[in-house]
C-alpha cells in the first residue's frame, strides 16, 4: 500500500463504504461474474486508481460508481501483474509466480 493512502484505507469511513458495496454486489467478483464464473469477491477496487492528488476526493474515494468488487486474480491482471499467482510444476508441486 502506498504511504499516502494508508490512513485512507485505514479509516472507519472506507471500512464501512467497502463493506456496504460488497454486499450491495453480492459478494461475488465483478468481472468473473460478467464471464459466467462464480468467484468470491476480496478486493473493493477503485477504477479511477487512487492518487496523492485524489485521496481527499470522496468523489473519488467513495463514489459507488468508482468502486468494483474484484478477485484477487482480477485485481492482479488490473495492475499488471500475471493472471494467476500460483502455478505447478511437472510434478505438480505449487509455487508462487
Not at 469477491?41 to 496523492?52: A, Q, T
Not at 488490473?78 to 505449487?94: F, M, N, P, S, V
Request: net charge positive; hydrophobic share 30%.
Amino acid at each position: 500500500m502506498k504511504e499516502y493512502a494508508k490512513e485512507f484505507y485505514s479509516s472507519k469511513t472506507w471500512q464501512r463504504c467497502r463493506e456496504g458495496y460488497r454486499k450491495s454486489v453480492g459478494g461475488l467478483c465483478e468481472r468473473c461474474l460478467k464471464q459466467g464464473r462464480y468467484t468470491p469477491g476480496v478486493i473493493v477496487h477503485h477504477k479511477v486508481h487512487i492518487s496523492p492528488e485524489n485521496i481527499d476526493d470522496p468523489n473519488v474515494t467513495l463514489d459507488w460508481r468508482n468502486l468494483e468488487l474484484v478477485c484477487r486474480d482480477c485485481h492482479a491482471v488490473e495492475h499488471g501483474a500475471a493472471e494467476h499467482r500460483y502455478e505447478a510444476d511437472a510434478l505438480g508441486k505449487i509455487s508462487a509466480r
